[in-house]
């Protein structure tokens, strides 16, 4: 039986850049494009060359102007502060035209770059939208990161201002973001000319005279300020990610493609209509943050909610249900990670019986892959559809996913559905050449991406294309690793590189031995990646002390511990370094953490016959079983 999923599919891929015209008649252009897709320009060709639009005029304006400016846009939800706030869109665009006005008068204009650097307060997304409403590109960094990566994302994306807070809000603690802004401007050789902090009322900052100013009277005093129209293929934001070294890929997204296929999503995948209320448990310094708490629900006309606080503990283990009840969510939207705590402190989810769920609808999950145990309790327990779908902040959207817009169908538990219309994907072996249906391999999309995948690195192509497209001619490479099974079902099974996901979070172990081998008593060091039956992954790291190193090992360990901390953030997560007397190598020299990996895992460590010695492995058995 052909599904309402093989037929849009079909009609994709009968005539890709028709389908992807009909879903951009959703949105207002003030100059339609020339040409659906133009493979001369960028990277691997652009979308919607020629055309012109405003994604904040999308997301805000054009709903105002159709009557609904009283729907409500947003609603804060801040257990961590102890508030909630309703904005509606005729409030949020006066709001957002002010920060924008703000910002030109300051001097920022179309393609400068903004940095943001805050919690999960409205005033987020008010400045990200400010700046896609004069055509400025921001560029948000998680508060979880440490001033050393804020340093290094202020000097490769050369912001003209910075947008903070005073600070952010973790249990037990107040995260104080200005000392560390103040930090990351003085490492970085890049200097913003000022910065606009909100004072939050828990927490004033010092404001550095001739720099900084308040963000609420910058606001106040400013005059409003209309939307720009830019070019469809002009750069909305850059996203930084974990690549496999030290330096961050400064991820780059379009706007034309990116606002046209977020708004299509929402309908073909989320299957929401702007009366409905959806919730992304995240944060909007993660992709998903930028795509589903701010964009695709405001492209559509929903109301968003955005929440500070966490799954569990602010105060307890029902907080997602409380805001689901509370506010009438239709769709949620959070990462296994979080399940997993909730089901740890809640296993048979008696939290549930407080709250009215009716309105809820689909749970759909991302970020690392959902073990089938968490989703198979979470369906039963909420009596829900569990969707659990793959992505990347390269592609902005779903790559695999169910769709609730075609009939909904929840993938198998551990599967992340079906590929999305506009996504060729197929399993390639290391040589490129496409593999049969059920092998494992390499998860490759045949070009060219569809609108919202990244159309380049900041200001590089081709570091892009070094990144993604030369292994395999023809292809992008996800770095995934998996297989399509005989329905077509897609199983994403892990990374084929050195980047590791914990709690949802991606990050790089690469960076994370750089950053052990600065400390000078280290020789040599390799992290890998553990389960964790929480966060999914925990980074574990093995260290080689320099010969003649006598000073005790435990407090070697902890210095350790917390240079990590130091240099990348609190969100590494890293609390192990074990002290091993040698690392296990091939006879070439390359450090075996696939081995080292499966003996933290529990696992035999089947080393490869090119192995060195293998009495290295024991020394890493003994170190895991004394830890
Ligand atoms: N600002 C400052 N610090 C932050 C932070 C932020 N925005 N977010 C996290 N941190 C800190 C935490 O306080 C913690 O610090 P600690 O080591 O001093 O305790 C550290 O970073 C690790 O945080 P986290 O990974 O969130 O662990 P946790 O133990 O605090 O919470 C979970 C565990 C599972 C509840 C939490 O990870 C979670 O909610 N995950 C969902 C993730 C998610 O939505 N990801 C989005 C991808 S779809
Ligand atoms: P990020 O760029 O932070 O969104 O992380 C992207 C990576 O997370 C992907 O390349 C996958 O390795 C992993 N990932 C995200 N969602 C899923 C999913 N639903 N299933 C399996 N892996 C996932």
């Known amino acids: 039986m052909t599904t309402a999923y093989d037929q849009a599919y079909a009609d994709w891929t009968a005539n890709p850049s028709g389908w992807w015209e009909d879903a951009a008649k959703g949105l207002e252009w003030s100059k339609p494009w020339d040409r659906a897709f133009d493979p001369a320009l960028g990277a691997f060709g652009q ?41 509606s869109y005729a409030e949020l665009t006066d709001a957002v035209a002010r920060l924008a006005g703000a910002l030109v008068a300051r001097g920022v204009g179309r393609g400068d770059r903004v940095v943001i650097y805050m919690p999960m307060v409205p005033e987020a997304a008010m400045a990200m939208l400010a700046c896609a409403r004069i055509g400025a590109i921001h560029s948000v960094v998680f508060g979880g990161f440490a001033a050393p990566e804020l340093a290094k994302r202020i000097e490769d994306a050369r912001p003209v201002a910075v947008i903070s807070a005073s600070c952010g809000i973790e249990p037990g603690r107040l995260v104080q973001y200005k000392p560390m802004l103040d930090e990351a401007i003085a490492l970085s050789a890049h200097k913003p000319e000022f910065c606009l902090i909100l004072q939050r009322p828990m927490l004033q900052a010092e404001l550095t005279p001739g720099r900084d100013a308040d963000l609420l009277a910058a606001m106040a005093e400013a005059t409003p300020c209309a939307c720009v129209p830019v070019a469809a293929t002009d750069p909305l934001y850059i996203l930084y990610t974990s690549g496999t070294t030290g330096k961050p890929k400064g991820v780059v997204r379009d706007c034309g493609g990116y606002a046209v296929a977020l708004h299509r999503s929402m309908t073909m995948i989320y299957g929401v209509t702007p009366d409905d209320v959806y919730w992304c448990a995240s944060d909007v310094g993660w992709v998903v943050g930028h795509s589903y708490i701010v964009y695709g629900p405001l492209l559509l006309g929903c109301t968003t909610v955005m929440y500070e606080g966490k799954p569990v503990g602010t105060p307890d283990a029902g907080a997602f249900w409380r805001v689901c009840a509370e506010h009438g969510v239709r769709v949620l939207f959070t990462a296994p990670t979080a399940l997993r705590a909730i089901r740890q402190r809640d296993p048979e989810l008696g939290f549930l019986a407080q709250h009215d769920l009716s309105k809820l609808e689909a749970l759909f999950l991302a970020g690392e892959r959902c ?44 599967s992340g559905g079906r590929p999305c219309p506009g996504y060729h994907l197929s399993v390639l072996d290391d040589h490129g050449a496409e593999l049969p249906r059920g092998t494992q391999g390499n998860l490759a999309i045949r070009l ?12 590089s192509d081709d570091a892009y294309r070094r990144s993604y497209l030369s292994d395999f001619p ?72 320099k010969a003649g190193v006598d000073r005790n090992e435990a407090e070697i360990a902890r210095e350790l511990v917390v240079l990590v901390r130091e240099k990348l953030g609190p969100v590494a997560a890293f609390k192990d370094a074990l002290i091993v007397p040698r690392l296990p190598k091939t006879r070439s020299g390359k450090i075996l953490r696939a081995s080292i990996r499966r003996l933290a895992d529990g696992q035999p460590a089947n080393p490869p016959p090119t192995i060195d010695d293998p009495a290295a492995l024991d020394d890493i058995a003994q170190a895991l079983s004394a830890a």
């Open 47 to 87: 979308w919607f060359a020629g055309g012109e639009l405003n994604v904040c005029h999308n997301a805000l304006d054009r709903h105002v102007a159709a009557g609904r400016g009283e729907r409500t846009a947003l609603i804060w939800d801040s257990p961590a502060a102890g508030t909630q706030r309703r904005i």
């Open 371 to 414: 073990d089938p145990p968490t989703a198979i309790w979470a369906a039963a327990h909420l009596g829900k559809p569990v969707v659990d779908h793959w992505w990347q902040t390269e592609t902005g959207w779903a790559i695999t996913a169910g769709f609730r817009g075609f009939g909904l169908f929840a993938p198998a538990p551990g």
């Open 448 to 459: 060219p991406l569809p609108p919202g995948c990244a159309p380049t690195l900041w200001e």
């Open 474 to 545: 023809g292809w992008y490479r996800t770095g995934d690793a998996g297989e399509i099974d005989a329905t077509g079902d897609v199983w994403v099974m892990g990374r084929t590189d050195d980047i590791i996901n914990v709690a949802g979070h991606r990050l790089s172990t690469g960076q994370m031995e750089e950053i052990l081998s600065g400390h000078p008593d280290v020789a040599e060091c390799a992290v890998i990646g553990a389960a964790d039956s929480l966060k999914g992954q925990t980074p574990l790291g093995f260290v080689v002390l």
